[in-house]
């Protein structure tokens, strides 16, 4: 069984960025499983009525779990830091956490953050370059182990994948105000197209990212918004670039094409 790695920030951010594709990848049989840094303590609370801090987090914590339920799931794992500090953490000590839990499990492919964090959040680009850090390890460390073993190739290497939102998805979406145009203090402009190197198709698992997505009534305000529009490219496609495959970086050229999977 191939096995999927989830590494997020907060609670929401595994099904507006992979929903789609975990429950693909759950259906035709991998393990998915999810690191999350934080449990949102800081984020809206919607119709909740409750202050942010602790109770909130509890609060998220349980609409991810049930948002994990819904995908697919098997294992949620809370790193347990608060809320809008990552970028505060000692040098190291978010990407040991994660890299130590890559080599106790030994997953096939891990997604996380581009470099932007989508939406420009502190935590998500902080979480972005810690997973790769860790994953750089992850890869050397699978190297040294199997790379003796001669039915090891290089085919068999880990991948680490970014989720991201196509500069083209992101001008639309925010002439339609599905997201602003400016998001933590700079413009929300995606990521070029031309670097996107994987596009999964979602279409059948809409209703699943959808109820995911919904789980999160805390985030209604956002979830709403992102659900309002019926022709939004996100309910029906999510997109990634292919970072590294083992310890090979990895960068889109002129002739290659856009792979319709993981």
């Known amino acids: 069984m191939k096995k999927l790695l989830l590494v997020f920030a907060h609670p929401d951010d595994e099904s507006f960025s992979t929903g789609g594709t975990v429950a693909k990848y759950v259906k035709s049989g991998w393990r998915a499983d ?63 956490g994660i890299y130590q839990y890559m080599k106790k499990e030994i997953p096939d492919c891990i997604i996380t953050f581009d470099t932007t964090g989508i939406s420009n959040h502190p935590d998500h680009v902080k979480t972005c370059y810690a997973t790769t850090y860790a994953f750089q390890k992850y890869a050397s460390w699978i190297k040294d182990q199997l790379g003796k073993n001669p039915e090891y190739s290089e085919d068999q290497a880990p991948k680490l994948y970014y989720a991201c939102m196509p500069s ?92 319709n999977k993981l």
């Open 34 to 96: 999810l690191i999350c840094a934080t449990r949102g303590e800081s984020g809206s609370t919607g119709p909740v009525d409750v202050p942010t801090g602790e109770k909130l987090g509890e609060i998220r914590q349980k609409e991810l779990e049930k948002a994990g339920v819904i995908l697919g799931l098997s294992s949620i794992t809370f790193l347990g830091y608060t809320d809008g500090t990552l970028g505060e953490l000692n040098s190291g000590e978010l990407e040991e």
């Open 168 to 259: 083209s998805v992101a001008g639309y979406l925010v002439e339609k105000k599905v997201v602003p145009a400016q998001s933590f203090g700079l413009p929300w402009r995606g990521v070029q197209d031309k670097f996107i190197t994987t596009a999964i198709d979602i279409s059948k698992f809409t209703a699943v990212k959808k109820k995911a997505l919904l789980s999160h009534v805390t985030q209604s305000d956002d979830v709403n918004r992102f659900l309002s529009l019926a022709t939004n490219p996100l309910i029906r496609q999510e997109h990634f670039i292919l970072r590294m495959h083992g310890t090979q970086e990895i960068f889109m050229g002129k002739g290659d094409r856009i792979a």
